[in-house]
């Protein structure tokens, strides 16, 4: 039985392996009136940062798609006006995706917002998507850029009008496949943070560490200063997939772990 159990535990972690978890996100914040990128409070702080030519707006809140925030969105409406954002780390992930919520403000506009990725800020790589064109498509949408997204420490995403269309920008997200440690990736090298990674009440603790557990959704549900070969109970969490996340050795660190 015992076997068995083991076995069927192998099978679920080398199905769950590929699974993808949203591990960032912006909602562009709260503004109440037209505010300039700098002077804008962004749901992230440093080490990510905001800057570009584009403004941030109160008005045409973002709607009608799952998970709109409803709040401040960036308006990028000239050519060459731009929205910056830098030093997200995706160094954990692989197989990354992004999605935002895009309005168009011309029913025959298409794509002419370019979005773009890069993890030097130097070389940048174009991401491709199309929108529906004509009668009642200036409106918002979820959209979902091709590409290549990179793993780095420091990824930025630049969005860049190139005409006078209007286009607004909200929720933007990033998801991607935890690389799991000890599997002879890049990470293999960083000291595990967890010892157990199926749980059903408690998760035990390698290292030192400030620690967050962040559910499928990207919610975090937890948060916690553990010590070394301590624990933190999570009964109370539903059944599922959960990314628990800390900093050891000055490394950041994160482990998938099935609760049961």
Known sequence: ?????????????????????????????????????????????????????ADVRASSASSGYAGASAGANVMVNANNETFLISGVDTSEYENITLSLGQRKGASAANN????????????????????????????????????TIPTTETLSIRFTGTNATEWRIDDVKLAGTLIVLGTGNTNATKANLVKNTVVSNTILFAA????????????????????????????????????????VAGKGVSQKIIKK
């Open 1 to 53: 039985m015992k076997k068995f159990y083991s076995l069927f535990s192998a099978v679920i972690l080398a199905a769950t392996v590929n699974a993808q978890t949203t591990f960032f996100t912006e909602n562009m914040g709260t503004a109440t009136a037209t505010t300039e990128i700098a002077a804008n409070t962004f749901q992230n702080a440093a080490p990510v940062t905001f800057s570009g030519t």
């Open 112 to 147: 002419e917002l370019k979005i773009e990725v890069s993890e030097d800020g130097a070389t940048w790589t174009l991401l491709s998507y199309t929108r529906p064109t004509g009668s009642g498509t200036a409106n918002w949408a979820v959209i979902s850029p091709t590409g």
């Open 208 to 247: 030192k560490s400030d620690v967050q557990v962040i559910n499928a959704n990207g919610q975090v549900v937890k948060t916690a200063s553990v010590n070394e070969n301590s624990s933190l109970e999570v009964s109370s969490l539903p059944a599922g997939i959960y990314i628990v996340t800390g900093n």
